[in-house]
């Protein structure tokens, strides 16, 4: 059984720092590229980053780029989102995901679709 569990998520103020982990179990996680994304209530799920299946491609949203970085470590079944310089319009639910990996990473992994598996989310709120 596939489960992706997010952690890390919480209150802080705005210009702070978090850190997410996504820990994967029941799949081989060197085969599958992963992707983080946000959800406001009322919104659609939106991209933020993904990164490839031996960490040697990342892709990050226009909205967090020089603010986020993303990194996996496949030893530990572990990925994260380093998130700096928060702001409270980053304020969502976080999901992580991850999708088989195939030859098309930059069009194929900012969309939702193409995800296998998905975590159940952590809440980030960023105080003003």
């Known amino acids: 059984q596939v489960q992706l569990v997010e952690s890390g998520g919480g209150l802080v103020q705005a210009g702070g720092s978090l850190r997410l982990s996504c820990a994967a179990?029941?799949?081989t996680f060197s085969d599958y590229h992963q992707g983080w994304f946000r959800q406001?209530?009322?919104?659609?799920?939106e991209f933020v980053a993904s990164i490839s299946w031996n960490g040697g491609r990342?892709?990050?949203?226009?909205s967090v780029k020089k603010r986020f970085?993303?990194?996996r470590d496949n030893a530990r079944n572990t990925a994260y989102l380093q998130?700096?310089?928060?702001?409270?319009e980053?304020?969502?639910?976080?999901?992580?995901?991850v999708g088989l990996s195939t030859g098309r990473y930059y069009?194929?992994?900012p969309q939702t679709p193409y995800y296998d598996y998905w975590g159940q989310?952590?809440?980030?709120?960023?105080?003003?």
């Open 25 to 27: 179990s029941g799949l």
């Open 58 to 62: 990342t892709y990050y949203a226009d």
């Open 121 to 128: 989310g952590t809440q980030v709120t960023v105080s003003s």
């Open 107 to 109: 069009t194929q992994t």
């Open 40 to 45: 406001v209530a009322g919104k659609e799920r």
């Open 83 to 88: 998130m700096d310089s928060l702001k409270p």
């Open 90 to 97: 980053d304020t969502a639910v976080y999901y992580c995901a």
């Open 69 to 71: 970085s993303i990194y």
